[in-house]
């Protein structure tokens, strides 16, 4: 029986469903503010070329003019308060984990925002699955255990996804290689107990990729993207985007089918478990999800010397004419390789001038600092301390001191810096006339009354526990 029809590709963005009237329409326009080749951003990105499209904004390669590289940069082009809103979250959001793609840093330049990321060049799971179709199970083992690991550290930080679909999980141009898979595009995640951005009656995903329960319109939960986890399962093993409203008929009807041609008993199972229509009778994590994988992945046979090699391509192409390797031929206007602005530190730019309104700092030139570990999580550098004016200290009456044999091979090791006041001399304790140190007084009573004192208090101790055993 093969379950998934439909088509190879799925590029679809995510939007909101009704769930009134079941239509999906994308998201709210707004203002769009459309960019250009060339443009620079913060005095520091310069984008060079788009090389997709989300929800709420475009997605282009760019060079890091501090860090010399090429990133990918998403620059928001709505400008009402529900896409900005959406986009301040996503570039909120830091995870680090080797198979996520979350926000690196960020930068707000006049009317425009952007944040940026890793750039991953081996295009998407819709990208693979084009050039080879459906793929070996154990590949696919593979694949799904990366985006399964992923996930669990999304989870952990509190966070549903909420769009999990073949688009939104890319691939390291990896060859022939070990593939490496990373989850990106948190557009419309939100943490647990977050207030919803959408009407009563909508609900925000990708159509074919939402979770039953979603659709009846249930609050976001994990089990929902473990359920969009086993759709994109499925999509690998098929080839082809899997009809969801027939799938969840069929589970709730005659339960779990047999397992479909090509795809072994054992990681069936384990996809099936994802697909439940039930979200109860789902896996509760994405860890034991995984560990489940991996029981299925040590019961499939190895692969054979005749199965297709995967070699996964760069899927971004050459770059535009006036980009090489080590960036830009020409330096665009207005860029500032020592402006701060850009750095994820909240800090924005005038773009007619060119300069950073933000708070320099100091660093290897003695101008400017190299930011530091904290410089990409979207806070605000505070300015460095200003020295303090030395204390000033009263005069005191100057003691002749004894004259001190200075060695002179160790004088120039052991002078005090000048940079730090000497310590004041220390006072010279009273003495008597005969010359004997004068003995300091101890505070409290004399020995002759502390006597008295301790048996007076005793005795009053026994006449109390005495009184207190007569009640």
């Not at 090429?70 to 400008?79: E, F, G, I, T």
């Not at 951005?197 to 979770?211: H, S, W």
């Not at 993207?225 to 082809?240: N, P, S, T």
């Not at 069929?250 to 047999?258: A, D, L, Q, R």
Request: net charge neutral; proline share 11%; aromatic share 6%.
């Amino acid at each position: 029986m093969r379950v998934g029809t439909g088509r190879n590709t799925d590029s679809g963005t995510g939007g909101v469903v009704s769930l009134v009237t079941g239509e999906a329409r994308g998201v709210s326009q707004g203002e769009v503010r459309r960019t250009a080749m060339g443009e620079v951003f913060a005095g520091r990105y310069e984008l060079a070329d788009p090389i997709g499209r989300g929800g709420v904004g475009a997605v282009w390669r760019a060079w890091d003019h501090r860090r010399r590289r090429y990133v990918a940069a998403k620059v928001l082009q709505q400008r009402d308060a529900h896409s900005l809103l959406r986009f301040v979250r996503e570039q909120a959001l830091r995870i680090d984990h080797p198979h996520v793609l979350a926000p690196a840093s960020w930068a707000a330049d006049d009317d425009q925002v952007l944040f940026t990321m890793d750039l991953v060049a081996g295009g998407s799971l819709v990208h693979l699955v084009g050039d080879y179709g459906p793929l070996p199970p154990a590949f696919v083992c593979t694949l799904l255990d990366q985006l399964l690991s992923g996930l669990a550290a999304v989870h952990t930080e509190g966070v549903v996804h909420r769009d999990i679909k073949p688009a939104n999980v890319l691939l390291e141009a990896s060859g022939t290689g070990r593939p490496r898979l990373r989850l990106s595009d948190f557009g419309i995640a939100m943490r647990l107990g977050e207030p919803r951005l959408t009407e009563t009656n909508l609900v925000v995903g990708t159509p074919g990729y939402l979770a039953p329960e979603q659709m009846l319109g249930a609050e976001p939960d994990f089990t929902a993207d473990l359920f969009a986890v086993g759709l994109v399962a499925l999509y690998l093993l098929e080839g082809a985007k899997p009809d969801v409203k027939a799938l969840v008929q069929y589970f709730s009807e005659h339960g779990i089918p047999g397992a479909p041609k090509g795809i072994p008993e054992p990681l069936w199972q384990v996809v099936a478990t994802l697909l439940q229509p039930d979200p109860d009778a789902r896996f509760r994590t994405a860890t034991g999800a995984r560990k489940a994988l991996a029981s299925a992945a040590d019961l499939l046979p190895e692969p054979g010397p005749d199965d297709e090699l995967i070699e996964i391509f760069d899927q971004l192409g050459p770059l535009p004419v006036g980009f090489t390797a080590s960036g830009p031929v020409r330096k665009a206007p207005g860029v500032r390789t020592d402006a701060i602005a850009g750095t994820g530190t909240g800090s924005r730019t005038n773009r007619d001038t060119g300069t950073a309104t933000g708070t320099p700092t100091t660093g290897a030139t003695g101008l400017i600092p190299e930011p530091s570990a904290m410089s990409d999580t979207g806070s605000f550098h505070l300015p460095p301390p200003q020295p303090f004016p030395p204390p000033h200290v009263l005069p005191t009456p100057q003691t002749p001191l004894p004259r001190q044999r200075v060695d002179v091979s160790t004088a120039s090791y052991t002078a005090r810096s000048p940079e730090v006041p000497p310590p004041p001399p220390a006072l010279s304790p009273p003495y008597r006339t005969g010359g004997r140190r004068a003995r300091r007084r101890r505070p409290g009573p004399p020995a002759q009354a502390a006597i008295p004192i301790l048996l007076l208090a005793l005795a009053c101790y026994v006449v109390g526990f005495w009184a207190l055993t007569r009640i």
